[in-house]
């Protein structure tokens, strides 16, 4: 018995209908903890590097981490992944709620899913009790009503993952839904689903997961739960969550504005925080073990349009929902944050790809004989609506847009490309970044494409200068260390960067649960050993130079930031190389952004490194040494 | 001593439960909680807490003596408990729990560990 962990891995064949147990790998626990690392291995070991990412080859993998479940901050997480239609490469997302610790309590730490099902089904868990079920009478629903159904069925303890129309179609920015409003949301991981006929999975266990020493683990989190219960950032965080950032974003001028066009969005009051504490806060909602319940449940109302239940709109969808689709009035943009959750849409995919239509349209590339006559506007919630349901069915210019930013201006051409705010295909989070190069920098790098979730650096740009290129990257590389162990460990990030949970505490935490001794040092290494992994999966995936792949937009560079704070702002083409320049060599890549075999040697992946040799995709020798520490954290300017 | 349930202040995270299966069976295991929180979504949003309200119900239908009022909470002799979950049709709330590796109810003892995590106030100990 591994402490720590349920012990056993389910995996299903779909094809044949078949189901298996297997004991978890200790070396695979130890060296990888969980989660995404779990999912970055089981990619690269067993999905031909030729597979369909919406082909029976691909793995879907559910993930809980080592402390998933445990009596640990917000152990609430479960990681899903598989190969990205989006991206074509590793992808993984990182969920909150209840699923994951109800996983855990039925027996197990992950599953594998591969094949396709002759017909549609969901996956029954019950602790030892584990079938493929007809999927028949939920098979079309919403991601909401489907969960709704199901736990009616089932029983309320139940915990559903699901997805909606959208991954049913196969939509390469379909999420997949849990707790009513929590979602594995991005890189289209609910299409991967979809491909496999597969609509949800419900979970019910009754088990415990061996804990080393509960005692103290149980002391050391009732000392951490009353250290934070009056942290100053406590109160707004439990009051208004992270909606709290759309008035601080806007004063700095990084808020995406229609499509990325502007940083700032006039009338940005009506759609922060206080607007949804006051006029559509239901109640807060939190996941397993958090005690900052960050999450507002709303109900929206329009007179004669529409009456809706939703989680939200947290700030990311207030950012791709609201300001870049030039959406003002909050009401709006919480019926369009129920429209993407129950259609099993990304808020930040699906507002990004309707502004991308917006913005199309108001520069002749889109007309109205592409859109049934329409004249779509920025700002109307109606032509919102319109293109989320074309795309969620894949109908008329939902048959373009489905597939993303990227693929739709590629086949749109001319200048459509510089409108699709993406990187790797994935589109960008809910910063503009025109005057945060290092936070551009991060989604730039990111190994899932241009998703806050690998490194958020606009504090980094706020410390340092925000005209300031140089210095930065080293930063950005502890950022992509720091922030995914969280989801390897599956303990939210939130507690670490807004109420001071520290990873001094989260470390002894691990090592009461698990008994290991696994210092700070080797847990960054790990989250490294990953990173360095995907990346190889990209790069054997979509061929060299790694470089071609880390270049955004070219407004970043063309077009100045029209109007509010930043206005007049934009880089240059040459400070996005020395960005990427600073960053290679700070995580000891080459000068075309692949690893060296230093690198990989000294995390234990000496077999990537051979494998990226024998295509000519590992990083050449370069005039500088590979550092023996990646990455930096920026320490605080002294008070 | 009583446990004052808010519900409109519950954001159900189950630290409570979590804290509760600890502290009485040394295991995280919510199953094994002596509260349940369970949500009503999509409409209406709210949570709901099922735990023990002291109305003494059990101890008057338990047909072994096995519930009784210690000083005010319930305490369960397990010894002399037959699992005839007389108890658990009864109660009035559905705030008594049964596991299939417990051969007894489970039943709030007024401990108040779970006053302690929570943070909002859903959960507060009261005269």
């Not at chain 1, 100053?232 to 806007?250: D, E, I, K, L």
């Not at chain 1, 529409?306 to 919480?334: M, N």
């Amino acid at each position: 018995m591994q402490y720590g962990f349920a012990g056993s891995v389910l995996r299903v064949d779909l094809t044949r209908g078949s189901i298996e147990k297997h004991p978890l790998s200790d070396e695979l626990a130890r060296n990888w903890l969980g989660a995404r690392g779990i999912v970055a291995r089981t990619l690269w070991e067993e999905v031909p590097l030729d597979a369909d990412p919406l082909g029976p080859e691909n793995r879907f993998v559910v993930a809980t981490g080592v402390m998933t479940g445990h009596f640990v901050p917000a152990g609430s997480k479960c990681g899903f992944g598989a190969i990205s239609p989006a991206t074509n490469s590793h992808h993984d997302a990182s969920m909150g709620g209840h699923f994951g610790p109800e996983l855990k309590a039925a027996g197990y730490d992950y599953i594998v899913i591969q094949g396709i099902s002759p017909k549609p089904v969901y996956l029954f868990i019950e602790d030892d009790q584990v079938e493929l079920r007809p999927a028949d009478t939920v098979w079309g629903l919403g991601s909401i009503d489907t969960e709704a159904r199901l736990k009616n069925e089932l029983g309320e303890s139940f915990q559903i993952a699901t997805i909606g129309p959208a991954g049913e179609n196969q939509v390469h920015f379909a999420c997949i839904s849990h707790d009513f409003g929590r979602q594995a949301g991005r890189g289209g991981l609910g299409a991967v689903m979809g491909s496999k006929k597969l609509k949800a999975i419900a979970v019910r266990g009754t088990h415990a997961i061996p804990v080393k020493e509960l005692d103290v683990l149980k002391e050391g989190t009732k000392a951490v739960i009353q250290r934070t219960k009056t942290h100053p950032n406590m109160a707004p965080w439990q009051r208004y969550g992270t909606s709290m950032f759309v008035g601080w974003a806007n004063e700095r001028g990084c808020y995406p504005t229609r499509n990325f066009q502007s940083s700032y969005f006039e009338g940005w009051e009506k759609v922060d925080g206080p607007v949804l504490k006051e006029e559509l806060w239901v109640n807060d909602k939190a996941c397993f073990g958090c005690w900052m319940n960050c999450g507002k449940y709303s109900r929206t109302t329009k007179e004669g349009r529409y009456d809706a239940f939703v989680e939200g709109p947290e700030y990311e969808t207030t950012a791709l929902c609201g300001g870049s689709c030039g959406i003002g009035d909050l009401r709006d943009v919480a019926y369009a944050n129920y429209l993407c959750d129950n259609l099993g849409l990304d808020t930040i995919s699906g507002g990004s790809t309707v502004a991308f239509a917006m913005e199309c349209f108001q520069r002749g590339i889109l007309t109205s004989a592409d859109l049934d006559g329409r004249e779509i506007q920025f700002g109307s919630i109606d032509d919102f609506e319109y293109l989320v349901r074309k795309i969620a069915t894949r109908e008329g210019i939902g048959a373009l847009l489905a597939d993303g930013t990227r693929q739709a201006a590629m086949k749109l051409g001319g200048d459509a490309l510089k409108y699709a705010i993406q990187v790797k295909g994935l589109e960008h989070s809910g910063y503009e970044s025109r005057s945060l190069p290092a936070n551009l920098l991060g989604f730039m790098t990111a190994d899932i494409g241009a998703h806050h979730n690998r490194s958020w650096a606009v504090t980094v740009d706020l410390e340092l200068g925000r005209d300031n290129i140089s210095g930065k990257a080293k930063h950005v590389v502890y950022l992509q260390h720091i922030r995914p162990l969280w989801d390897i460990l599956s303990i939210c990030r939130l507690f670490y960067g807004e109420i001071d949970v520290l990873l001094e505490d989260t470390t002894a935490s691990l090592r009461a649960i698990t008994g290991w001794d696994i210092s700070e040092e080797e847990q960054l290494r790990i989250a490294e050993r990953v990173f360095n992994l995907t990346r190889a999966i990209f790069l054997l995936r979509n061929g060299g130079p790694g470089r071609q792949h880390d270049i955004p937009s070219r407004r970043h560079w063309e077009d100045p930031v029209p109007t509010g704070p930043e206005a007049g702002k934009h880089l240059t083409r040459e400070a996005i190389d020395l960005l990427l320049d600073e960053y290679y060599q700070a995580r000891g890549w080459d000068g075309d952004g692949h690893p060296r075999r230093e690198v990989l040697e000294d995390l234990g992946l000496a077999d990537v490194a051979d494998r990226l040799e024998a295509v000519g995709l590992l990083g050449k020798t370069m005039p500088w040494p590979v550092p023996s520490t990646r990455g930096e954290m920026m320490k605080p300017a002294a008070m | 001593m009583r446990l004052v349930l808010q519900p409109e202040k519950c954001t159900g995270c189950r630290l409570c439960e979590q804290i509760c299966s600890i502290h009485h069976f040394h295991e995280t295991n919510t199953k094994k909680a002596a509260i349940r929180i369970s949500g009503m979504f999509p409409d209406p949003g709210h949570y709901r807490q099922q735990v023990c309200n002291q109305c003494w119900t059990c101890i008057e239908v338990c047909p072994t003596g096995a519930i009784v009022n210690q000083e005010g909470a319930i305490q369960v002799i397990a010894e002399e408990c037959i699992a005839c979950w007389e108890c658990v049709e009864s109660c009035p709330e559905g705030a008594i729990f049964v596991h299939e590796e417990i051969d007894y109810p489970i039943i709030c003892d007024l401990c108040f560990e779970c006053v302690e995590v929570c943070n909002t106030g859903a959960l507060t100990r009261g005269e």
